[in-house]
C-alpha cells in the first residue's frame, strides 16, 4: 500500500477571491487507525498561495507548492512524524505559516496601518522563504535560530540590506514569536529570535536646516511651489509629523478660538489625543487661510490644492520636495523634516522654556526633548569658557 497518493492541486476555477490550495493523502500509521475507519489522511496546503491577489502568480505559487510537496513526499517526508499527530490532533494551527497568518490578523486589528505594513511585508518574506526552503511544514516550536539567521543573512547579501534592514526583519520575527508567548499556551516556549545579534546601526541624528539653506529653502518654495511652501510653514509651527499627522489634518481640528489643534489618537504617534499650542505667527497664517469657508471634516492638505474631502496621498510632499533638493543642491541629509529640527533649534536660541517646547514636540519627558536636541548638536546646561593657548 503507497504511503501517499492524489497530490492535487485547486484553483477555484481561476477565481483569487477564493481560497486556492494543494492537497494529498498519506497513509496513517496503524497505531492512529480505528477499527473499521478510514487508511488514508487528507492534508491541505494553502500556505504562501492566498496572499498573492495576482492570478499569474498565484498560479506560478500553486505549482511551485505542488512541487515542492511532491518532491517532500518522494524524499520520505512524513507529516505525521514531522507534526507529531498522535501528540497533538490539532497541528494545523501550530504551523508556523499558519501563526504568522494568525498574528497578522491580531496586528492588522491593532496597530495603525502604517505600522502594520512593514510588518506583514517582512512576515509575508519569511513565510516565502520557508517555503523555498521547503521548511514551511515546522511548527512554529520546530523554527530554530538557525533557520532566522540564515533567513536574515540570506536576503542581506542578495538584496544588500543594510544593518538597519536586517534588524528590522528580525524584529519583526522576533515580535511575532512573542506575542505566542505572552499570549498562547502551548505554541512556543522560548523565543529563538531573542538570541540573534542585532547589527550595528550608525545614528545620524536629526539634521535641521542652518539659517542660509533655511531662508534660501523658504524664498525658492514661495516662488516656485506655494502649497509645498504652505506645507512646511505648518510643518514648522505645528512640528508635526508630515504624513502620518498633518497631511490628515482636518480643518475641524483646529480650534482657533483656544488657540489649539488636536491631533485625534488615530494619527498620533502615542495612539492618544494630543493638542498642539498656535502662536500668534501661526494664527497670522491660519486666519488668512478663511477655513471657516469650509466643512470641519475636510482636510486642510487636500488633492485640490485648497481644503477639500481627499486628502493628499502619502509622500505627495516628500516627492515635490526632492526637485526643490535638487535644485537648491540639498545633498546633506534634509528633509521635510527638517522644517521640525529647525524650529526647535529657533525656539532654543530665542530662549524659550523647555516646558513649552515640550508642548510644542509633545515629547513625553523633558529627558527625552533634551536627547531630541542633543542630536542635533544642542548642548544645554552651563555656558563654558575655556580657556585655550594659541599654537
Same mark, same amino acid.
Request: net charge positive; with cysteine.
Given at each position: ?6 497530490i @492535487? ?29 478510514? @487508511?488514508?489522511?487528507?492534508?491541505k496546503?494553502?500556505?504562501t ?6 492570478? @499569474? ?11 515542492s ?8 517526508f512524513n507529516?505525521f #512524524? ?7 490532533s ?14 497578522l ?40 535560530k ?20 536586517y ?13 505566542f ?26 539634521l535641521p536646516?542652518?539659517?542660509v ?7 525658492y518654495? @514661495?516662488?516656485n511651489n506655494?502649497?509645498?511652501y504652505?506645507?512646511s ?13 498633518l ?26 489625543? #494630543?493638542?498642539?499650542?498656535i502662536?500668534?505667527?501661526?494664527l ?27 486628502p ?7 516627492? #515635490? ?11 546633506n541629509?534634509e528633509?521635510l ?7 526647535c ?6 530662549g ?13 519627558t523633558?529627558?527625552e526633548l ?6 542635533m548638536?544642542?548642548?544645554l ?11
Amino acid at each position: 500500500m503507497p504511503s501517499y497518493k492524489l497530490i @492535487k492541486s485547486y484553483d477555484a476555477g481561476g477565481d483569487i477571491t477564493k481560497e486556492w490550495f494543494v492537497h494529498y493523502h498519506f497513509l496513517i500509521p496503524k497505531e492512529l487507525q480505528k477499527p473499521n475507519g478510514k @487508511k488514508y489522511e487528507r492534508f491541505k496546503v494553502y500556505n504562501t498561495i492566498n496572499s498573492i491577489h495576482n492570478k @499569474k502568480e498565484r498560479l506560478q505559487q500553486l505549482r511551485f507548492v505542488k512541487d515542492s510537496i511532491k518532491e517532500l513526499l518522494e524524499a520520505g517526508f512524513n507529516p505525521f #512524524q514531522e507534526f507529531s499527530y498522535a501528540d497533538n490532533s490539532q497541528h494545523e494551527k501550530y504551523n508556523i505559516c499558519n501563526c504568522i497568518d494568525e498574528y497578522l490578523i491580531f496586528a492588522k486589528a491593532s496597530l495603525k496601518k502604517n505600522t502594520y505594513k512593514p510588518y506583514e511585508d517582512r512576515l509575508n518574506l519569511f513565510k516565502r522563504y520557508l517555503t523555498e526552503q521547503a521548511i514551511d511544514y515546522k511548527r512554529i516550536d520546530q523554527v530554530t535560530k538557525d533557520n532566522i539567521f540564515e533567513f536574515v543573512t540570506t536576503f542581506k547579501t542578495n538584496r544588500k540590506w543594510s544593518n538597519k534592514t536586517y534588524n528590522h526583519y528580525l524584529q519583526a520575527i522576533h515580535t511575532m514569536l512573542q506575542f505566542f508567548l505572552d499570549n498562547k499556551d502551548g505554541y512556543v516556549k522560548e523565543n529563538v529570535c531573542s538570541k540573534i545579534k542585532r547589527l550595528g546601526v550608525q545614528k545620524k541624528g536629526n539634521l535641521p536646516f542652518n539659517n542660509v539653506l533655511f531662508k534660501k529653502t523658504l524664498d525658492y518654495l @514661495k516662488e516656485n511651489n506655494p502649497n509645498l511652501y504652505q506645507f512646511s510653514r505648518f510643518i514648522y509651527y505645528s512640528c508635526m509629523r508630515p504624513d502620518a499627522e498633518l497631511r490628515l489634518l482636518r480643518v475641524g481640528d483646529i480650534d482657533l478660538h483656544r488657540r489649539l489643534i488636536q491631533v485625534p489618537s488615530e494619527n498620533s504617534k502615542r495612539n492618544k489625543t #494630543q493638542y498642539i499650542p498656535i502662536d500668534d505667527e501661526f494664527l497670522n497664517i491660519l486666519l488668512r487661510m478663511n477655513l471657516d469657508r469650509f466643512s470641519k471634516y475636510d482636510y486642510v492638505f487636500s488633492i485640490v490644492g485648497t481644503p477639500g474631502e481627499k486628502p493628499v496621498y502619502e509622500s505627495y510632499f516628500r516627492k #515635490q520636495f526632492i526637485p526643490v533638493k535638487k535644485a537648491l543642491d540639498i545633498n546633506n541629509g534634509e528633509t521635510l523634516y527638517s522644517f521640525k529640527h529647525t524650529r526647535c533649534i529657533h525656539l532654543v536660541e530665542d530662549g524659550e522654556k523647555l516646558h513649552n517646547i515640550i508642548k510644542l514636540t509633545r515629547h513625553k519627558t523633558l529627558a527625552e526633548l533634551m536627547d531630541y536636541l542633543k542630536d542635533m548638536g544642542v548642548i544645554l546646561g552651563d555656558e563654558v569658557r575655556l580657556k585655550s593657548r594659541s599654537i
